[in-house]
């Protein structure tokens, strides 16, 4: 069941990416699959919950079929296009492969082993997975509702512990929720999955800016990122949530680049499920739109695009505060929304952040190396605009949700545990972003096109 469960969630997946995008390569497919799959099923739990069907593994597996079934007939409207796709792929030429990229790709496949080897070992023991996010998903699988669990309803339920998780959207814990449905034993299954699939997408991505062996390169100094590696397996949503929004980020920066239409929806879809994964991802939400508003004002003077782009970014996140309204599961607000100034506060978020930047144990080298990178490309970027968007939007997303932890009113724990930890969690989505820049530098990427030239002309003399 568990097995059958699955290759349903990716051939959904697979549909779902295949009928946003028909220009994908095959590593971005098998990075997508997963995420996009078990993403939509998500939201098709609430909607059976919303509905009254009980959640089983019955109904969502049904569901999941019916949506695959539209997906392949609308799929079956574009076999010309895909047979387009396909062709190329069937008769491309090989890479040039080097030592460089094979040591690479055999490193990254050591870090994926081992890290997939401890997170299905180590069973769920972080806090917020215990109380919170995988108990959550037991229960659902348990009890097959989301608006009715014992957890809300019965005699220990605790407001500000119990109903404060609830209101972080439902991505992580319904993917939890599924896996115990078909019969896991451990909903860590879910971990594993989306760091091997971050692993492909991210590769994939990137390497329509790099070299292969700089791709390569890149994908593991990202996946070794101390913190980030750590709680990769972990049962909780930080990582999950940092796939989505950096994956998100980058596609739409493919798509304001390569000036592909398609990229711009795979983006707003990845933005549906980062807002659908934690209320946080409205940042980078805000950041994209921003962009997008720029573009649609000084260039295309067109605003249907900008519009439906907005709209179906934020779908997921209104969809769920409807949800909860209805079903009585909010909680008092706790964003403040008037504008103010407490220098105390900002302070503290100023200091915490300073020491989280300069921390190599924490993000490893990831800050040094982008700030070498962007002050490498100083001429670049002033002269040619090279990847100033990418800055942009980098920017704006980390000014955007430091902009929501100072508007938020921290009745529940201090701002400085919220600095400490939640903060220093977030900042996972940055990480790939910053690493994406490193790759796609002007002067890095001249470097290693000589790099790989020279280590294949070495290779060739030696081959006579």
Same mark, same amino acid.
């Given at each position: 069941?568990?097995i059958?469960?699955?290759?349903?969630?990716?051939?959904?997946g697979?549909g779902?990416?295949?009928?946003?995008s028909?220009q994908?390569?095959?590593?971005?497919?098998?990075?997508l699959?997963?995420?996009a799959?078990?993403?939509?099923? #998500?939201f098709?739990?609430?909607c059976?919950?919303?509905v009254?069907?009980?959640?089983t $593994? #019955?109904?969502?597996?049904?569901?999941?079929?019916?949506?695959?079934?539209a997906?392949?007939?609308?799929?079956?409207?574009r076999?010309?296009r895909l047979?387009?796709?396909?062709?190329?792929?069937?008769t491309?030429s090989?890479?040039?492969?080097?030592?460089?990229?094979?040591?690479?790709?055999?490193?990254?496949?050591?870090v994926?082993?081992m890290?997939?080897?401890?997170?299905?070992?180590y069973?769920?023991? +972080?806090?917020?997975?215990?109380?919170?996010?995988?108990?959550? @998903?037991?229960a659902?699988?348990h009890?097959g509702?989301?608006?009715n669990?014992?957890?809300?309803?019965?005699?220990?339920?605790q407001p500000?512990?119990?109903n404060?998780?609830?209101?972080?959207t439902p991505?992580a &814990?319904?993917g939890?929720?599924?896996?115990?449905?078909?019969?896991a034993e451990t909903?860590?299954?879910?971990?594993?999955?989306?760091?091997?699939?971050f692993?492909?997408s991210f590769?994939?991505v990137?390497?329509?800016?790099?070299?292969?062996?700089?791709?390569?390169?890149?994908?593991f100094?990202v996946i070794?990122t101390?913190?980030?590696?750590?709680?990769?397996s972990?049962?909780?949503?930080?990582? #999950?949530?940092?796939?989505? $929004?950096?994956? $998100?980020?980058?596609?739409?920066? $493919?798509?304001y680049?390569?000036?592909?239409?398609?990229?711009?929806?795979?983006?707003?879809?990845?933005?549906?499920?980062?807002n659908?994964t934690r209320n946080?991802?409205l940042?980078?939400? @805000?950041?994209?739109?921003?962009v997008?508003?720029?573009?649609?004002?000084?260039?295309?003077?067109q605003?249907?695009?900008?519009?439906?782009f907005?709209?179906?970014?934020?779908?997921?996140?209104?969809?769920? &505060?409807?949800f909860l309204k209805?079903?009585?599961?909010?909680?008092a607000?706790?964003?403040?929304?008037?504008?103010?100034? +407490?220098?105390?506060?900002a302070?503290?978020?100023?200091?915490?952040?300073?020491?989280?930047?300069?921390?190599?144990?924490?993000?490893?080298? #990831?800050?040094?190396a982008?700030?070498l990178?962007?002050l490498?490309?100083v001429?670049h970027i002033f002269?040619?605009s +090279?990847?100033?968007?990418?800055?942009?939007?980098?920017l704006l997303?980390?000014?955007?949700?430091?902009i929501?932890?100072?508007q938020i009113?921290?009745?529940w724990d201090?701002?400085?545990?919220?600095?400490?930890?939640?903060y220093?969690?977030?900042?996972f989505?940055?990480?790939?972003?910053?690493?994406?820049?490193?790759?796609?530098?002007?002067?890095?990427?001249l470097?290693f096109?000589?790099?790989?030239?020279f280590?294949?002309?070495s290779?060739?003399?030696?081959?006579?």
């Amino acid at each position: 069941m568990l097995i059958t469960g699955l290759i349903i969630t990716n051939l959904l997946g697979l549909g779902i990416v295949l009928s946003i995008s028909q220009q994908l390569k095959w590593t971005e497919i098998l990075g997508l699959m997963f995420p996009a799959g078990i993403g939509v099923q #998500t939201f098709m739990m609430v909607c059976l919950d919303f509905v009254g069907i009980p959640l089983t $593994a #019955t109904t969502v597996i049904i569901g999941s079929i019916l949506l695959i079934g539209a997906l392949s007939a609308c799929l079956y409207h574009r076999r010309n296009r895909l047979k387009e796709w396909i062709a190329p792929k069937k008769t491309g030429s090989y890479p040039k492969i080097n030592w460089l990229w094979v040591l690479s790709l055999v490193a990254i496949t050591i870090v994926c082993v081992m890290n997939i080897a401890k997170t299905m070992y180590y069973s769920t023991f +972080d806090t917020d997975s215990v109380r919170g996010f995988n108990l959550i @998903g037991m229960a659902v699988a348990h009890e097959g509702t989301i608006k009715n669990l014992s957890l809300y309803t019965g005699a220990n339920f605790q407001p500000m512990t119990h109903n404060l998780y609830m209101t972080y959207t439902p991505l992580a &814990q319904l993917g939890y929720a599924y896996l115990y449905m078909l019969g896991a034993e451990t909903s860590k299954i879910f971990n594993a999955l989306i760091f091997i699939s971050f692993i492909f997408s991210f590769y994939g991505v990137t390497s329509r800016f790099a070299t292969r062996t700089l791709t390569a390169l890149t994908t593991f100094f990202v996946i070794i990122t101390p913190e980030m590696l750590g709680f990769s397996s972990m049962s909780g949503t930080n990582f #999950t949530h940092a796939l989505y $929004a950096s994956l $998100a980020i980058l596609y739409f920066i $493919a798509w304001y680049y390569k000036k592909n239409p398609s990229f711009l929806w795979l983006a707003a879809a990845l933005l549906m499920l980062n807002n659908w994964t934690r209320n946080e991802g409205l940042a980078f939400i @805000g950041a994209a739109v921003c962009v997008l508003c720029w573009e649609s004002i000084t260039v295309t003077k067109q605003y249907k695009k900008l519009i439906l782009f907005t709209a179906l970014c934020l779908f997921p996140f209104i969809f769920w &505060q409807i949800f909860l309204k209805v079903n009585h599961l909010e909680i008092a607000q706790l964003i403040i929304f008037k504008p103010y100034w +407490d220098s105390e506060k900002a302070s503290l978020i100023g200091r915490e952040m300073w020491i989280l930047f300069k921390s190599s144990t924490f993000y490893g080298f #990831t800050f040094i190396a982008f700030l070498l990178v962007l002050l490498s490309n100083v001429w670049h970027i002033f002269k040619k605009s +090279d990847h100033l968007v990418t800055i942009i939007l980098i920017l704006l997303s980390w000014l955007f949700y430091t902009i929501m932890v100072y508007q938020i009113d921290y009745v529940w724990d201090s701002l400085d545990n919220v600095m400490k930890y939640s903060y220093k969690r977030f900042m996972f989505s940055f990480v790939p972003l910053l690493w994406f820049y490193v790759a796609a530098g002007k002067n890095i990427n001249l470097i290693f096109e000589k790099i790989d030239d020279f280590i294949w002309s070495s290779k060739k003399k030696k081959v006579k």
